[in-house]
């Protein structure tokens, strides 16, 4: 009864009230992102034209700033593995899990000392670009002049730095 009110409820007040993104039933929603990167999370999420259930994506959110952009993703939780993706990129931004219309979960992204079996190196010659079984390791440091996140590889040293986005498997 209460869905039937509202519904009519937007009926009355026209084409203003479906614009609005509406609250999600079960899944997460992804807040606090790096403005320009809500496409780049939901390539990490692999969200894309097969996936069938509502997305909505606002970027530059927050008025006229623009100041962050926001995810929101039904029918869907996020993993460890890609939450830590979304941190290199997006360190800021807050994972809010719903059930049932309740925020069950809610939390600002930490991003970890490392990441493992998420980014590859950029050097071909490194083991875990061989034909060896290796996980990729990288620690998380930070590129002190352009104030971003930096990671250096445990097998060769190498230091990614520009656009991480590109090294994210
Ligand atoms: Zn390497």
């Known amino acids: 009864m209460a869905n039937e009110s509202t ?3 937007s009926d009355k007040h026209g084409d203003k009230n479906n614009l609005r993104i509406k609250a999600i039933e079960n899944g997460t929603v992804i807040d606090h992102i790096t403005p320009g990167q809500a496409l780049n999370v939901l390539n990490i999420l692999r969200v894309g034209a097969n996936f069938t259930n509502t997305v909505s994506i606002v970027m530059n959110a927050g008025g006229s700033r623009g100041d962050k952009d926001v995810v929101k993703i039904e029918g869907r939780e996020l993993t460890e593995k890609e ?3 979304i ?3 997006s360190p800021k931004a807050t994972v809010n899990i719903i059930r049932d219309f309740e925020v069950v979960q809610k939390g600002k992204i930490e ?3 490392s990441v493992c079996g998420i980014v590859k190196c950029i050097n071909p010659n490194c083991i875990t670009n061989s034909s060896e079984p290796i ?3 990288f620690v998380v440091t930070e590129n002190e002049k352009k104030k971003t996140l930096a990671l250096r590889c445990v097998f060769c040293e190498s230091v990614l730095t ?3 986005i590109q090294f994210i498997e």
């Open 87 to 89: 941190s290199l990129i």
């Open 135 to 137: 996980e990729t390791r």
């Open 162 to 164: 520009e656009d991480l």
């Open 111 to 113: 991003t970890p000392d």
């Open 83 to 85: 939450v830590n993706a």
């Open 7 to 9: 519904d009519k409820n």
